[in-house]
C-alpha cells in the first residue's frame, strides 16, 4: 500500500527565516509526489509536482520541493517565510499506474511568527 | 474561469438524520472526486466519476453514503443515515480528464452531526 507521512504536524516559524516540512513517503514505485496548501476556509491548491522529471521541483510563491528516491523524502522548502504563508501544508502521493487517486499526509500546519 | 462550486458551506444534522452535497465541477472537467477530510486529518478519497461512470468507490461506506453524477457535470453525495463520525469537510474536486495530474478543489461543505 502507499502511504505518506508528514513528519510535523506544527512547525513554527519566524517571519524571514526559512521554511522546512517534511514528508516521507512509501511505495512500491516510483509515483508521483505533490504539494497541496490549503488556507482556511479555501480550497486545496496545487503547490508543485514531480513527476520523474527533475529531482528539484519549484513551486509557487518561492517553495520548493526535493525528491530524495533514497531517503524516500520530498521535502517542502522556502528560503524566507512570509505572513501570507500561514496555512495547513499537504503533501500527497499517487503511485504509478494509480489512475489520478491521491493519497494524502495527515498535514503540517505551518505558523508564521511577525 | 469559475471554479469547483460546492453548496451549502456548512450543515448541521442530527445522528439518524439524512444531508446531501452538491458539486458542480469546472465546466468540461470530466472527473470528478469526493474527498472526505476529517478533522486533523488530510482529506481521503471517497468516490471517482469519470463523466457518469465510477471509476473507484472502493472507500465509499456504501451501507450510508451514495453518490451519483447522472448527466456527466454536477455530482450529488447522500449520507443516510448520518453518524456522529461522519462530522467533517467533504471536498469536492475535479480534474480535466483521469490522467491529468492537477485537481482543483471547491471550498467543501462543513458537517457537523450532533
Not at chain 1, 522548502?77 to 500561514?86: C, E, G, R, V
Not at chain 2, 465509499?60 to 450529488?76: N, Q
Not at chain 2, 480535466?96 to 450532533?114: A, D, H, K, M, W
Request: proline share 5%; charged share 20%.
Amino acid at each position: 500500500a502507499q502511504s505518506v507521512t508528514q513528519l510535523d504536524s506544527h512547525v513554527s516559524v519566524s517571519e524571514g527565516t526559512p521554511v522546512l516540512l517534511r514528508c516521507n513517503y512509501s511505495s512500491s514505485y516510483s509515483p508521483s509526489l505533490f504539494w497541496y496548501v490549503q488556507h482556511p476556509n479555501k480550497g486545496l491548491q496545487l503547490l508543485l509536482k514531480y513527476t520523474s522529471a527533475a529531482t528539484l521541483v519549484k513551486g509557487i510563491n518561492g517553495f520548493e520541493a526535493e525528491f530524495k528516491k533514497s531517503e524516500t523524502s520530498f521535502h517542502l522548502t522556502k528560503p524566507s517565510a512570509h505572513m501570507s504563508d500561514a496555512a495547513e501544508y499537504f503533501c500527497v502521493v499517487r503511485p504509478l499506474n494509480a489512475g489520478n487517486m491521491l493519497t494524502f499526509g495527515g498535514g503540517t500546519r505551518l505558523m508564521v511568527k511577525p | 474561469e469559475a471554479g469547483v462550486a460546492q453548496s451549502p458551506r456548512y450543515k448541521i444534522i442530527e445522528k439518524r438524520q439524512s444531508v446531501a452535497f452538491w458539486c458542480n465541477p469546472i465546466s468540461g472537467h470530466a472527473t470528478l472526486y469526493w474527498y472526505q477530510q476529517i478533522l486533523g486529518q488530510g482529506p481521503k478519497l471517497l468516490i471517482q466519476f469519470q463523466n457518469n461512470g465510477v471509476v473507484d468507490d472502493s472507500q465509499l461506506p456504501k451501507d450510508r453514503f451514495s453518490a451519483e453524477r447522472l448527466k456527466g457535470v454536477d455530482s450529488t453525495l447522500k449520507i443516510q443515515p448520518a453518524k456522529l463520525e461522519d462530522s467533517a469537510v467533504y471536498l469536492c474536486a475535479s480534474s480535466l480528464e483521469l490522467s491529468t495530474y492537477e485537481q482543483y478543489f471547491g471550498p467543501g461543505t462543513r458537517l457537523t452531526v450532533t
